[in-house]
């Protein structure tokens, strides 16, 4: 195994992931940690909850998908073995979302017909032009969509919803902090792997760009139907409304430089779609790969 | 989590035991403070002759726990529940573990290439095992794969791992010690999923009796060739192939 691939071994995993971060959680958070009660009795805001987490298990049933699926087709054992944990991360992941799910009241019965009836369309798409890559074990554009360009985007959402619940919902917050270990992990093999792919199949370059554009279209559209739809606007006016005070010396939660409280909804989608976009060029770039914009949706 | 896994409804039973959660609180009683798959000092070094024969028993493990891992992580795509899907994600993690201690393993005994080295040994019976797995999963014939991959080659493999341990240096005995630990687990998997998928259907039982038929004689060859490389009696032999037949025979898949 290549020195770079050991860096990505189930050892280092073990030690750093379940008996590093995430000893001692349950389901990704501390034992005993609760959803706040105003998001469990305003009906609205638990509604806008169970619709953003259903965005989050959607997206981690595709990452479940396409890892296990390009495990088959990888060119050698470390990359199956670094996979491996991947798929595990992933299949945490959707368990630990879907308990949010139930945290919130949907019933065990009604989970998959909530997430059919939630999961955005265009997310669906999204999922969709990833895994008919890993489908015809095209390992490298999978990689690419789903280390770079899924994880990339998961990296920054989660992020940022960390950054607006570390105060008002530190039960979430401590799930998206495992979570994001675990994506800067995905997104560092892909990086490390895939440019050295890129250089011995160039004539995947292409298609591997195609896809990325599409991918990048069908995620700003996913991001404009989440955030531009009214309950979105409610939820944004009721928090504003409701916020506690800040102490004098509480610094106000922030992410890529922008205080999060003072934002309207199209400020937040235009700073999470550009930053998105512009972690994209930047990976893309490393690896080889020429960034493609997308159409606006 | 629950204390008492034992008070909880079928479903709510399988949602728990098939977790992320549960298969850590498992595998941390067993791999704690392991380094490489194992606790023990480092590895003697076997004379020449027992070098070799254990490099090749181990690059044909490195063959089998590569099935399993392929086959594992292909059934996650099948699966038909989320619990099940998580199990298999554990199961992948689980096999491709065994991998890398395995390789590891191999590096110590001097193999700077292991997968030309995996190529160069592997047993044509055992890459005919892999195959059938292959179509089954490709043919996304759920029954099939989870027979062949959680029963018979678990089976195979718990059976050829408690063996050699019995009879191998100590590093090598501990890593298999270990690593039986999840066997065991990813067979009782099998055998439950099995078991009640035969008491619903009826029609399953003979279809899975052909699957048999089919794998059998290269699970008996797989044996031999195992058993000979470990130096075990040939008047033995039938024995170890006694208790793969009664794990099988368990389920009532003649």
Same mark, same amino acid.
């Given at each position: 195994?290549?020195?770079?691939?050991?860096?990505?071994? =189930?050892?280092?995993?073990?030690?750093?992931?379940?008996?590093?971060?995430?000893?001692?959680?349950?389901?990704?958070?501390?034992?005993?940690?609760?959803?706040?009660?105003?998001?469990?009795?305003?009906? +609205?805001?638990?509604?806008?909850?169970?619709?953003?987490?259903?965005?989050?298990?959607?997206?981690?049933?595709?990452?479940?998908?396409?890892?296990?699926?390009?495990?088959?087709?990888?060119?050698?054992?470390?990359?199956?073995?670094?996979?491996?944990?991947?798929?595990?991360?992933?299949?945490?992941?959707?368990?630990?979302?879907?308990?949010?799910?139930?945290?919130?009241?949907?019933?065990?019965?009604?989970?998959?017909?909530?997430?059919?009836?939630?999961?955005?369309?265009?997310?669906?798409?999204?999922?969709?032009?990833?895994?008919?890559?890993?489908?015809?074990?095209?390992?490298?554009?999978?990689?690419?969509?789903?280390?770079?360009?899924?994880?990339?985007?998961?990296? %920054?959402?989660?992020?940022?919803?960390?950054?607006?619940?570390?105060?008002?919902?530190?039960?979430?917050?401590?799930?998206?902090?495992?979570? =994001?270990?675990?994506?800067?992990?995905?997104?560092?093999?892909?990086?490390?792997?895939?440019?050295?792919?890129?250089?011995?199949?160039?004539?995947?370059?292409?298609?591997?760009?195609?896809?990325?554009?599409?991918?990048?279209?069908?995620?700003?559209?996913?991001?404009?139907?989440?955030?531009?739809?009214?309950?979105? %606007?409610?939820?944004?006016?009721?928090?504003?409304?409701?916020?506690?005070?800040?102490?004098?010396?509480?610094?106000?939660?922030?992410?890529?430089?922008?205080?999060?409280?003072?934002?309207?909804?199209?400020? =937040?989608?235009?700073?999470?779609?550009?930053?998105?976009?512009?972690? +994209?060029?930047?990976?893309?770039?490393?690896?080889?790969?020429?960034?493609?914009?997308?159409?606006?949706? | 989590?629950?204390?008492?896994?034992?008070?909880?409804?079928?479903?709510?039973?399988?949602?728990?035991?098939?977790?992320?959660?549960?298969?850590?609180?498992?595998?941390?009683?067993?791999?704690?403070?392991?380094?490489?798959?194992?606790?023990?000092?480092?590895?003697?070094? /076997?004379?020449?002759?027992?070098? &070799?024969?254990?490099?090749?028993?181990?690059?044909?493990?490195?063959?089998?726990?590569?099935?399993?891992?392929?086959?594992?992580?292909?059934?996650?795509?099948?699966? /038909?529940?989320? /619990?099940?899907?998580?199990?298999?994600?554990? &199961?992948?993690?689980?096999?491709?573990?065994?991998?890398?201690?395995?390789?590891?393993?191999?590096?110590?005994?001097?193999?700077?290439?292991?997968?030309?080295?995996?190529?160069?040994?592997?047993?044509?019976?055992?890459?005919?095992?892999?195959?059938?797995?292959?179509?089954?999963?490709?043919?996304?014939?759920?029954?099939?794969?989870?027979?062949?991959?959680?029963?018979?080659?678990?089976?195979?493999?718990?059976?050829?791992?408690?063996?050699?341990?019995?009879?191998?240096?100590?590093?090598?005995?501990?890593?298999?010690?270990?690593?039986?630990?999840?066997?065991?687990?990813?067979?009782?998997?099998?055998?439950? &999923?099995?078991?009640?998928?035969?008491?619903?259907?009826?029609?399953?039982?003979?279809?899975?009796?052909?699957?048999?038929?089919?794998?059998?004689?290269?699970?008996?060859?797989?044996?031999?060739?195992?058993?000979?490389?470990?130096?075990?009696?040939?008047?033995?032999? /039938?024995?170890?192939?006694?208790?793969?037949?009664?794990?099988?025979?368990?389920?009532?898949?003649?």
């Amino acid at each position: 195994m290549s020195d770079f691939l050991n860096g990505y071994s =189930i050892q280092r995993w073990l030690e750093s992931c379940p008996q590093g971060y995430l000893d001692g959680t349950e389901y990704g958070h501390e034992p005993g940690q609760k959803e706040p009660d105003t998001i469990v009795e305003q009906e +609205f805001l638990r509604d806008r909850a169970i619709q953003t987490t259903v965005q989050l298990v959607a997206g981690e049933r595709c990452a479940l998908a396409a890892s296990s699926g390009l495990i088959g087709c990888a060119p050698d054992d470390a990359s199956k073995i670094f996979l491996a944990t991947q798929t595990l991360d992933e299949a945490r992941h959707v368990e630990i979302f879907t308990q949010r799910l139930i945290d919130l009241g949907v019933k065990k019965a009604d989970l998959d017909s909530v997430v059919a009836d939630l999961a955005d369309p265009n997310l669906i798409k999204f999922a969709e032009a990833l895994l008919e890559k890993v489908d015809k074990k095209d390992f490298v554009a999978g990689v690419v969509g789903q280390n770079l360009i899924l994880e990339g985007m998961a990296f %920054s959402v989660f992020e940022m919803l960390q950054a607006m619940n570390a105060k008002w919902n530190p039960k979430f917050a401590r799930t998206l902090s495992g979570t =994001i270990a675990d994506e800067r992990r995905h997104v560092g093999f892909g990086e490390n792997r895939i440019g050295s792919l890129i250089r011995q199949y160039p004539e995947k370059k292409a298609e591997v760009e195609r896809m990325q554009k599409e991918m990048s279209f069908h995620m700003l559209a996913t991001f404009a139907n989440q955030l531009r739809d009214p309950s979105a %606007s409610r939820e944004l006016e009721w928090v504003s409304g409701n916020a506690p005070e800040p102490a004098a010396d509480e610094e106000p939660a922030t992410w890529q430089g922008a205080a999060l409280g003072e934002l309207k909804l199209d400020e =937040i989608e235009n700073l999470l779609s550009s930053t998105v976009l512009r972690e +994209f060029k930047t990976r893309l770039g490393r690896v080889g790969v020429d960034y493609q914009t997308p159409a606006l949706p | 989590m629950t204390e008492d896994i034992h008070s909880l409804d079928e479903d709510e039973f399988f949602d728990e035991v098939y977790s992320f959660q549960h298969w850590f609180d498992s595998v941390e009683g067993y791999l704690h403070g392991t380094r490489n798959g194992r606790k023990s000092p480092a590895a003697e070094v /076997p004379s020449e002759g027992r070098r &070799q024969a254990l490099i090749t028993i181990l690059c044909n493990y490195c063959v089998g726990e590569t099935a399993a891992l392929e086959t594992s992580s292909g059934l996650v795509l099948i699966a /038909p529940n989320r /619990p099940l899907k998580v199990f298999l994600a554990t &199961q992948v993690v689980d096999e491709a573990r065994h991998l890398e201690v395995f390789y590891r393993r191999l590096s110590e005994l001097g193999v700077t290439d292991p997968e030309a080295e995996i190529t160069k040994r592997a047993s044509p019976s055992l890459l005919a095992f892999k195959r059938c797995l292959e179509e089954m999963v490709e043919a996304r014939d759920w029954d099939a794969a989870i027979f062949a991959q959680n029963v018979v080659l678990e089976s195979m493999e718990y059976t050829t791992f408690n063996r050699h341990m019995a009879g191998t240096d100590a590093a090598t005995a501990d890593m298999l010690s270990r690593i039986l630990r999840d066997e065991r687990r990813h067979l009782g998997f099998g055998e439950t &999923q099995i078991g009640q998928r035969l008491r619903h259907d009826p029609v399953l039982k003979a279809r899975l009796s052909k699957v048999r038929a089919k794998l059998d004689p290269l699970v008996l060859s797989c044996f031999s060739e195992a058993l000979e490389a470990m130096e075990i009696a040939p008047s033995e032999r /039938p024995e170890l192939a006694k208790d793969y037949m009664q794990a099988m025979d368990r389920l009532g898949v003649k």
